[in-house]
């Protein structure tokens, strides 16, 4: 956007017509409208902008009143988490897609905001959107148009767990179709600070930036934990529209599924595995090498497993709380005991086989 409009957070609260929140994610079809009443909140990554300095994302939490196909969305301008402002977005709902659209004014710049978003499933969806924005008549500032990529999770129940906390997470490309589908069985290692909000219209909600430089959105919805994203990788744009995740205490696993391509229409789906990192001044430090790529298992006293690698280029290093673990390679497991302040080298390389 202009200068003017960088300064714009519009962390609004546009209400946009809740998702369905179930945990079916068929495809809706036909033109019948999917329900979206509900409080959500949008995340946009800018693709192209005409405004100097480029505004990098913009974040917007939402809520709207539905009938039948029409959808009245309001924007929380000053984002205190009510809507008393009454700025009115007017949109439609048909089948799996909500268009909205309207002008919007902060800090005499007035926004024109256009929205699509689809792929309406388990309480999140996906899509584009456009921002133009018209200063004030007799201001030097020029009129800025920007096109976005958009993730909406829907605001849920109150959370029963905190994400909160640096994660480190093993990604396996489960499937691939269309030019990536070569990808299909390669593993990737990234790490993931998370930051959950605790109170308010919000609570629940949670965001995610990645050492990979992807960005995610998402929320805890008591037990149930739906994550969205957009993010460039490869040479191609993605919109995550699934995911399975689970937590239990520090670990989490499941399935990320997402569509690249110029229409998106193809697919791709991640194998999630991650382990929550202790403090720096707590637990024991875990630090493994390999001369070789090796792929091995850590495993804890009860039996939970998470898959990891190791390669000549960097060492892995994580954080285990107090406790009696094992690393298996090729059906050999190696014993480790973590001590608090302990700190524990394994070469790869030189455990049985």
Known sequence: MTHRCA?????????????????SYETVNGGAPVPVNGVWVLQSRVLTSECEPELPE????????????????FVDIDSDGTFGELVELPGTVRGEELRASGMVERAGIDYQLDLTLKWIVWGSMTGSMQVLSVPDAGSNVPSCLTEEMVTAVKVGNAPLFDLSGSWAVVQNVSFASGPLQALAGSQ?????????ESGNILRGMFYVA???????????????????????????????????????????????????GANKEFEIGWDIDAIRQASLTSGALLQVSSAEPAAF???????????????????????????VYWIERDGYRHPLLAEEASKLDVDLGKLAR
């Open 7 to 23: 300064a714009l957070t519009l962390a609004a609260s546009l209400l946009l017509a809740a998702c369905d929140t179930s945990k």
């Open 58 to 73: 913009r974040r917007l939490t939402v809520n709207v009143v539905q009938s039948g196909r029409d959808v009245r969305v």
């Open 188 to 196: 990737t290692t990234s790490d993931w600070d998370i930051a959950q």
């Open 210 to 260: 990645s050492s990979d430089t992807r960005r995610y959105l998402g929320t805890v919805n008591d037990s149930q934990i739906i994550l969205g994203g957009t993010f460039a990788a490869y040479g191609q744009e993605f919109h995550v529209t699934y995911s399975t995740l689970n937590a239990d205490g520090d670990q989490m696993s499941g399935q990320l599924l997402a569509r690249y």
């Open 297 to 323: 298992q850590l495993i804890d006293d009860v039996g939970r497993s998470l898959q990891l690698s190791a390669d000549p280029a960097r060492t892995l290093r994580m954080r285990l709380r107090s406790g």
